[in-house]
């Protein structure tokens, strides 16, 4: 399932541009976001949850992965019985765009761009949740742990006075703790090493700051676990080979001794993004009960 289906009853509003930003070139590049609520949906707010896809930070987009298959699995429940809205984000991605921060300084806007818009979408600003897979899981963590430091005043001066707040995350695949996969034996960035994730990497960081320590700490949620963190679900496949699982355990434990609310989901028997290791084999819970337990996360946070 690569594409995305929206549900009866479901209205989409398409590339609704959040902002615009230089491309490089001279010119500007407009950001999108498109935002799916219950058609004929009565005046009033609703939470809102953003989905934030994956593609190893080079591919994919908006209507592709996560937000395919979470409005696949959960799309009705969200949309239709919870009355929540959700929003699919488009973040830049190498080579268009510059690599880390931008796609945090976009994720960032796109919030502040619907709290600033919070009345005409019936946005409920207390209530924003966001859930992300692969490099979307790592957004989703980041946003989580911090969000200050991811203003981009220069390409989007008129939403720097706006801030926003999240109730809480769900971090699906994603790379948490960038030290640990760059230096473990399996992971190593270097020549010898995996060439899918060092190549993902260098798409995240950039091929001359990829053996940069401090870049890799900046650039770790780990690094800004803290007990002002919001609460953030970390779901992972027992036989993910391209993000270690273990990596991502180690920093919910982590985050637990601080006494944060980031429960733990083992997918026993799932690759990376929660596909079958073997076809033999179904994964333990299959893919629908992993997204509503994430769904059911999100809903025990309501404020």
């Known amino acids: 399932m690569s594409h995305l289906h929206i549900p009866g009853g479901v209205e989409c509003l398409e590339d609704i541009v959040y902002k615009r930003v230089h491309d490089g ?9 498109d935002l799916y609520r219950a058609a004929g949906r009565a005046p009033g707010r609703a939470p809102l949850l953003m989905l934030v896809h994956g593609g190893c930070w080079c591919h994919q987009t908006k209507r592709e992965g996560l937000p395919a298959w979470y409005m696949h699995f959960m799309g009705r429940e969200t949309l239709l019985e919870d009355g929540w809205l959700v929003a699919s984000v488009e973040y830049r991605k190498y080579p268009e765009g510059s690599p880390f921060p931008d796609q945090l300084y976009d994720c960032c806007d796109a919030f502040r761009f619907l709290a600033r818009h919070a009345e005409e979408y019936g946005v409920d600003t207390n209530n924003f949740f966001i859930v992300g897979a692969s490099a979307g899981g790592y957004a989703a963590a980041m946003l989580a742990c911090e969000r200050a430091r991811w203003r981009d005043a220069e390409n989007a001066p008129e939403l720097a006075d706006v801030d926003f707040d999240i109730a809480a995350a769900a971090s699906c695949s994603g790379v948490l703790d960038i030290p640990r996969c760059v230096t473990e034996a399996e992971r190593k960035a270097e020549a010898n090493g995996d060439g899918r994730f060092r190549y993902c990497l260098q798409c995240l960081l950039s091929p001359e700051r990829l053996h940069d320590p401090d870049v890799q700490r900046e650039a770790s949620p780990r690094t800004y676990l803290s007990p002002a963190c919001a609460p953030c679900m970390v779901v992972c496949g027992t036989a993910d080979t391209f993000v270690p699982c273990g990596q991502a355990l180690d ?4 985050a637990r001794s ?11 028997g799932a690759e990376h993004n929660f596909n079958p290791a073997s076809a033999d084999t179904p994964t333990v819970p299959d893919a629908r009960s992993v997204y509503a337990a994430v769904r059911d996360f999100m809903r025990a946070h309501v404020r």
């Open 25 to 33: 070139a001279g010119g500007f590049m407009e950001m999108k976001l």
């Open 251 to 254: 920093t919910g434990a982590c």
């Open 258 to 268: 601080l006494g944060l609310d980031w429960p733990e989901l083992l997918v026993s």
